[in-house]
């Protein structure tokens, strides 16, 4: 905005509005070297320390259900994957197949299954200092980058073999390159040309694309853009509004004014901004319709969500970034109220338009998504809300750099890593994931194989596996295939690669008792509540084995039969 200036040396000279586009410099180039150069080491830096925080001791959990799911839909041949995506989990084909050509360069492990997302952490921490220090300042943005590692869903998904830590990296990504179109299109004027502001909403328009296909609920963070920039618009009239009526004001009193050019600039500024969101939204919305409609046939998989309750309040206040947290939640909580006190007080200046950008990110995917659940069908899962990290870890830090001592701001931190420490190191537990024992089962397994007589002809049958009715306990062996390797899988019916959905099909026991025939040693792996063993012990003792030795381990019972 124009400045509004008093044109004599004393009180009593009525003041005069002169024009700043005569006497103003040009604002600052906002190309991505000069934006993003000057951050570079502070990003970096963080990005690095996002990584190294997210990748400690993440070999430790065992892999768990939803990692499993990853692991059998990216290890299958790209025709296998097209044929599964027509019934199911279309939802993650673009990062089943990001993780298929992972594979082929570090082939799966439990560990190389979680390294993608400890960096893709590492880059959307990075993204986030950047993103930070446009809209407010460096120590803003160093804090908000700190605060991100801190976050207890960051820890989490950053040692988590799904797309959401990816979905954080494109949230950040996507809000960044609309901060710096929207900054382009303001600079028009001043040597920009129309090209190249267009080039940045086609940038928007291609990178949300990309984004809602690798995680769909994004497309609720482009609507959350509209509220940033209709506001924009709304803020530069008012200002505009304001400028006019003081020239008026002016004008009464017999004062010389000439309107200033600024406040009439920002509002059609702002205006071609919010067509430039509209324009990229709208071709982004269009290129992701057909996949939305499909992923919609496709809903039964989320049947296990409940409708919002009561309870839903505390997944979206605790769970929902900070993973259940408590104390962690109450601290992030205070702080970012007290960023809203900072902000309306207006304590920290360089912090203008923060607020329009942030807050929608924070609020409008969750309300829409709580929304949608409550009206339509129950899409809600705390998890999904993930991509909201940085926004949160943002909005606390305008608070805690606002703090004039810089080793109060040291305490602040510490207090946020005591608080975090529980959690972080119940993550790195090795039934961390869901109490899943998986690595357990296949250690023992092993173990007990490797004191066997060299030629033991064996076989395996697999149970159910726990809590999730459509898996059999032969998901440990897709995640932790070494252990079973040379192993008779001799009720296999229909392998889960060659069906048209996650996992396989296999006869019932008594169907094939006759494959025992040439097996010295059989192992029964069930889950504990869906007990298999009374049935098993039966059956094959029937054609001469009985039972050796049992195990119970969590979840699960492993049982060797002999003959």
């Known amino acids: 905005m124009a400045d509004l200036r008093r044109t004599a040396a004393d009180d009593t000279t009525p003041p005069t509005v002169t024009r700043d586009a005569e006497t103003e410099q040009p604002p600052t180039r906002s190309s991505p070297a000069r934006l993003l150069g000057r951050r570079h080491t502070d990003a970096v830096l963080i990005g690095v320390l996002a990584t190294l925080v997210s990748g400690a001791f993440l070999w430790v959990p065992s892999v768990w259900y939803d990692e499993a799911a990853t692991v059998v839909s990216a290890t299958r041949t790209w025709g296998q994957l097209w044929a599964m995506i027509h019934t199911v989990d279309l ?11 992972w594979f082929d360069v570090f082939p799966y492990s439990p560990t190389s299954l979680r390294v993608p997302s400890a960096l893709a952490t590492g880059v959307a921490a990075g993204l986030t200092v950047s993103l930070t220090r446009i809209l407010v300042d460096r120590r803003t943005a160093v804090v908000a980058g700190l605060l991100f590692v801190l976050l207890p869903r960051v820890t989490w998904m950053g040692g988590e073999g799904r797309s959401y830590a990816l979905s954080a990296l494109f949230a950040v990504a996507l809000t960044l390159v609309l901060v710096v179109a929207a900054r382009r299109t303001a600079e028009d004027g001043h040597a920009r040309t129309r090209r190249s502001i267009t080039l940045w909403w086609v940038g928007y328009a291609v990178l949300a694309v990309v984004a809602c296909a690798f995680f769909l609920y994004i497309a609720l963070l482009v609507v959350g853009h509209a509220l940033t920039m209709l506001v924009r618009v709304l803020r530069d009239r008012r200002d505009h509004a304001a400028e006019r009526a003081a020239v008026d004001e002016w004008a009464r009193t017999g004062a010389v004014a000439v309107v200033p050019a600024s406040g009439a600039t920002s509002v059609r500024s702002s205006r071609r901004a919010l067509l430039g969101w509209f324009a990229g939204a709208g071709v ?3 290129a992701s319709l057909p996949l939305a409609w499909f992923i919609a046939s496709q809903n039964s998989q989320v049947s296990w969500i409940e409708r919002p309750s009561f309870s839903t309040l505390r997944g979206v206040l605790v769970t929902q970034w900070f993973q259940g947290n408590e104390n962690f939640a109450v601290f992030a909580l205070v702080c970012a109220g007290a960023t809203l006190v900072v902000l309306s007080l207006r304590l920290a200046p360089a912090a203008r338009g923060f607020a329009e950008v942030v807050l929608p990110w924070m609020v409008v995917p969750t309300v829409g998504l709580v929304g949608v659940s ?7 899962s705390p998890r999904y809300l993930t ?10 830090a305008v608070a805690v750099a606002a703090i004039p001592w810089r080793r109060v701001i040291a305490l602040v931190l510490l207090v946020a890593v005591v608080l975090t420490s529980p959690t972080y190191v119940e993550q790195r ?12 089962v296949a250690d023992l397994v092993a173990g007990e194989r490797a004191t066997e007589a ?5 076989g395996v049958v697999f149970g159910p596996v726990r809590r999730h009715p459509k898996a ?3 998901i440990i062996q897709d995640t932790y295939p070494e252990a079973f390797r040379g192993m008779s899988d001799f009720t296999l019916e229909t392998p889960g690669y060659e069906t048209d959905g996650l996992w396989e099909t296999q006869y019932p026991l008594g169907d094939v008792l006759d494959r025992t025939d040439d097996l010295d040693v059989v192992w029964l792996i069930t889950s504990d509540k869906q007990d298999w063993r009374p049935r098993v012990t039966e059956q094959l003792g029937s054609v001469g084995f009985t039972l050796d030795q049992e195990w119970g381990l969590t979840r699960t019972n492993v049982l060797k039969f002999t003959r």
């Open 387 to 396: 991509f909201g990290t940085p926004a949160i870890a943002m909005t606390m």
């Open 284 to 286: 982004a919305g269009l």
């Open 472 to 474: 059999t306990s032969r």
């Open 429 to 440: 537990q090795p039934e961390a994931k869901d109490s899943s024992a998986w690595d357990q």
């Open 91 to 101: 939802v993650h084909a673009a990062y089943y197949a990001s993780m298929h050509l």
């Open 374 to 380: 409550l009206v339509v069908d129950p899409l809600y």
């Open 454 to 458: 060299p030629g033991t002809r064996e």
